[in-house]
């Protein structure tokens, strides 16, 4: 109990920071929306040069926006803050992280839970269910059991890849950017038919690093679409279990990193 | 070392011109070198620059696939690609996501030593820009356009001005850029805290210069109302715009006087923002 009363004061210390700062926050608030927002309106703005997009129409490309939206902003909002691990190990704060007698990742996270994010998590659970409603599926237990684990799943394999990108910053501090390629990078790939992509490319995302099986995938089988690229149709409803070797990988990566750990000494 | 410095120029009284020149110019040198420290930065950044380069790139052509005469928005292939692919270079070189330095300082109070210097804030920081903005001229275009060649068919200019003429618009882009940015982080005189409006701004500048999708992509009525009441299209767009040659050469050089107009409009903003804040200070910090 005493570890749980710990991360509540870590939480009220943040609430009451941004108590402080009102202004700010309401902004902050309508501008995490807004990122989602933009991203759904891209995808409007591409359909109106063309019906069909990689194969897929407005509706059925929305569905995976939606998916996509639901699940990254789920894992940005719990997890996104982790990005900052670069900043705590240059200067010194994971030190003071370290000495505590709590666990390292829930700290970081409770340390910064970022609240500004609860909108934009509200939008995106919005657009996938009109997606799921503008596209008419003909429901069964299977398909409405999909409809729910698929976003929870999605968020845990971003999440996951958010913690993943974050541990380069034990081994390179100065990793910079590199990070945004596969979080940010993997929203924007999942957000989106990958029928679009070339095909060096998508083996390498959608296969290979497993990107493919967070939105696509189980769109294709809440459709009741076959895959044009040639996976069978069960694919679609195994595709969540994605999310379990990506925390697999992700747990033990961060765990190595701790260990790996020398402090800068600032 | 015998080159210039940060040190503190002996200023020519009966030749003020060429002192203020001399204290721009080591301002640009210093801001060029503060980039050209960090090597592995500057790869970090290359490589995500090219994966976006890719995404964007792909979803694009895939829309030219389906579009009516394959040229949305009035683009062909290889003009979409190199939009897409000198954008991800011209995105670091423009510095649409520069660092919150000023909104920084501000609230830490380090601000009061830029107002000691004897050299206006806007001007000082506008050569720290031009100093970044000629780092990343030399280090970030080349990786995503090498890239982008390998990869795709890239659009090459036919006509001799285009060359010269993006040039110029992409030096008033990132005027215009640091003119908005420095508008940004100076709402922070008034609000201590600058990250909601820099959020605003990461989020509102990537969509509206054109980052995401061409802006000729819009509806027209709409596209036109960006370029004449915001300076958002002339960060990214018009530049881009001017190399692909989406346009008759009258209407693109229009363009860049429209960005030129921009920018002298946004410096002053700049200059009367910073002299109003000054009469308001409250230094934070001690």
Redesign the interface.
Known sequence: MGEIGAYVALLGGKLRSMAAYRTSFAIELLSNLGSTVLDVVTVFVLYRATAVVGGFSLAESLLMTGLTAAGFTLADMIVGNIDDLKRYVRTGTLDTVLIRPLRVLPQLIFMDLPLRKLLRLAFGIFVYAAALVANHIQWTAARALLAVVAPIAAGVFFGAIFVLTASLAFWWVESGEIGASFTYGGRDFTSYPITVYGDWFRDLFAYALGFGLVAYQPALALLGRTDPLGLPAWAGYAAPLVAAPAVAIAALVWGTGIRHYRSTGS | MGGIDASVLTISPGRPLRASVTTFGALVGSGFRRYAT?R??TI??S??NI??G???C???????????GGR??GYDTAQLATFVWVGQGLLTVVGIWGPPDLSDRIRSGDVASDLLRPVAPVTAYLAADLGRFLHAVLTRMIGPLIVGAI?FTLAVPTRWQTVPLFAVSAVLATIGSFGCRFLINATAYW???????L??WT??S??LAGL??PLR???EWLAVTLWVATPFPGLLQTPLDVLVERDPPVQQAGLVLLQACWAVALLALCRLVQHRAERKLVVQGG
Do not use: E, I, K, N
């Open positions: 960090y592995q930065a970090a950044g490589f995500t994966v976006f890719f995404l964007r792909y979803v694009l052509l895939a829309v030219a696939a389906g579009a009516v949305p928005g990869f609000l201590h805290d600058a990250r909601g409006p959020v605003l989020l509102s990537g969509l995401y999708f992509m819009l509806p």
